[in-house]
Structures are given as C-alpha cells and as structure tokens.
C-alpha cells in the first residue's frame, strides 16, 4: 500500500506536527507501507516569499523528520520542488477542476479571516494539494481533521479526470485520520499552529521548552483549591506524553487541591524534554552534516520523479498531449 503525505516548511516543528502527522509517519513506514513523504516548499510560497525562511524552514524539516524517524532507506523523503510533474498535473486537474469546487474550500476562507492575502496560489491550493497525491498513484494520505475536506476534493479531481481521459489514469486515495490526536491544543487552548504562535517547539532546548511551558493559558484557582483537569490545557498536554499510571496520579492530584498549575506546567516540560531526547541529539548531528541531508533528499527526488514521469507519460497520452521526448 501506497502512503503519501506532506509537511510545509513554514516554521520550527512543534508537538502538534509530531502527534498529529509524523508519529503516524513513521508507524506507517515501520509496518513496512511504501511511504512517500514530501516537503511541501511549493504550497509554503502561498503566505511567504521570503528566500532566506523559505531554504532554512526546508532543511530545518528534513532534518527534523528524519531525526524523528523517516528512514530515507525505508521511505521515499523529498522536497516537493524536485518533481516539477507536479506542477504539470495540477493544470490538466485544473482543467477539470468546477469553480465552485474550490469556492466551497473551508480553509481558504479561514485564512482570508486571518489575514493571509488571498492570492490565486491559495484559492488554487487544493488543486496542488491533489496533484501531490494522485501523480504518485497513493492509496492512503494521512491526513489532520482540518484537511478532511481537502482530500475530498481530491478524491473529487481524479474522479473528474478519470471520467475525461479514462478510468484508470489515477488511483481514488482513501483518509488515514487518528482523530485521538488530530487536534493538539498550543498554549493558548487553541489549535497548535504557528499560525497562532501558540507552538512548543520539538527542538528547542529544555530550558526554553521549560519557559514556554509555563506560559501555558490557565485558569486562576489557587493552589490549595480542587481543580478541573477536562478543562485544563496544560492536562490535555500532559495526557500525550505520561504513562497511564502517572496520569491517574495527576489527575488524582489535581482533583484532591494543593497541586498548582505551576506543578501541573513543570512536570510537563520534564516529560517532553524525555519524549524528543535521543531526537535532539541526532538532530544536533544531522544539522552539522547538511549535505548528507541534502544528499538523503536528492536520492528521494529522484525516486518520486520516477514514478510521477510514468504517471504524466498515461496521462498526456490519454488526452492527446503530444511531446517531442
């Protein structure tokens, strides 16, 4: 079985990516699926077009991924600049792509509200989107809860295309959702996202992960008082990271009065300067060998570009597309 996702470099990574899409990355890759992950620098020039951010976001999330555990010998990991078939795909989807297809698009209109310009790049967002998934012919896309929609409008694209040209020119992919951890809330009770600069950053150091722990919203019931850990943000962090047996015990705690959200906030920094340990320590390795890291996603593109030139091949041909080559 075919898996493909992607992740944009627009950023550090933080706990909510770990939960909410490489942990399934790499379990996904260890069952022994073919995994196809890509690095979405494409997609991050809809809201930035800063050079500099753009090359350092990249590698900070190549060599983040695979200090997490996408084995470049297991998985296919590349940029998604160096399939420029993709780009091909996304006209022919978006010759069959309705208007109001895109017009219904949840998320453009969420990011309109908050301020991102509202450029063609990101109306035309899912169309790219979907052009990353058919043109490697995935069966499975792990995705968040928030890209539902997005995939369904995929799965709508290659239905269309397959209709135009013929059945079987692209393979209909199916969601992988693990809506347990879907949603990670950041520091402000929000969704994590940097977005919303409520992130806790997977590498950065324990003393600064420490210093945003505690910058965690809470309420204002004193210490000695009973606490309510469902409404807690700093317990629903907790609940990622400890044991079964230490979480009864806090909640236990929090319930009985006299343990603070300072405890609460000290005690989850401790588990997730645990949690990412041995990944900080490769990441520190890999990040003084930025070749091996480049050299790692060049061996990727090459195997993508692979299979996306047999796709395009099916496709041009199957529309009456002539080339020369």
């Known amino acids: 079985m075919r898996i493909l996702s992607g992740v944009q470099p627009s950023g550090r990574l933080h706990i909510g990516n770990w939960f909410g899409a490489i942990r399934q990355f790499v379990k996904l890759q260890n069952d022994g699926h073919d995994c196809f992950y890509f690095l979405a620098n494409y997609h991050a020039l809809t809201s930035s077009q800063d ?3 753009l090359a350092e976001s990249t590698m900070h ?5 695979i200090s997490l555990g996408i084995d470049p010998e297991k998985s296919t990991l590349f940029v998604q600049s160096d399939v420029p078939q993709v780009a091909e795909l996304t006209w022919f989807l978006n010759c069959v792509c309705p208007m109001g297809l895109l017009e219904r698009a949840t998320s453009f209109k969420d990011k309109v509200q908050r301020g991102i310009q509202a450029n063609v790049g990101l109306f035309d967002y899912p169309v790219l989107q979907a052009a990353d998934i058919l043109i490697y012919d995935s069966n499975v896309v792990p995705v968040g809860a928030d890209q539902k929609q997005h995939l369904e409008i995929t799965r709508d694209l290659a239905g269309k295309l397959n209709l135009a040209w013929g059945d079987n020119l692209l393979v209909v992919p199916e969601p992988y959702i ?8 950041g520091i402000d009770g929000q969704k994590m996202s940097k977005s919303y600069d409520n992130t806790i950053e997977i590498f950065a150091t324990d003393k600064a992960t420490t210093k945003r722990c505690r910058q965690i919203v809470t309420d204002s019931t004193p210490l000695e008082d009973p606490k309510d850990p469902a409404t807690c943000n700093v317990f629903s962090l907790i609940k990622l990271f400890a044991s ?6 806090i909640e236990a705690a929090y319930r ?8 609460a906030k000290n005690r989850l920094g401790e588990l997730i300067n645990a949690e990412f340990a041995q990944a900080r320590e490769r990441y520190e390795q890999l990040r003084s060998r930025p070749d091996d890291v480049k050299d790692m996603l060049a061996e990727g593109g090459r195997k993508a570009r692979k299979v996306a030139d ?3 091949a099916r496709i041009r041909e199957a529309s009456g597309i002539l080339t020369s080559y």
């Open 51 to 53: 050079k500099a951010f």
């Open 61 to 65: 999330l190549a060599t983040g991924m």
């Open 178 to 185: 693990v809506e347990s951890t879907a949603v990670v809330p």
């Open 244 to 249: 079964p047996e230490e979480l009864a015990e």
């Open 256 to 263: 009985a009065g006299g343990y603070g959200y300072g405890h």
């Open 310 to 312: 047999a796709t395009m």
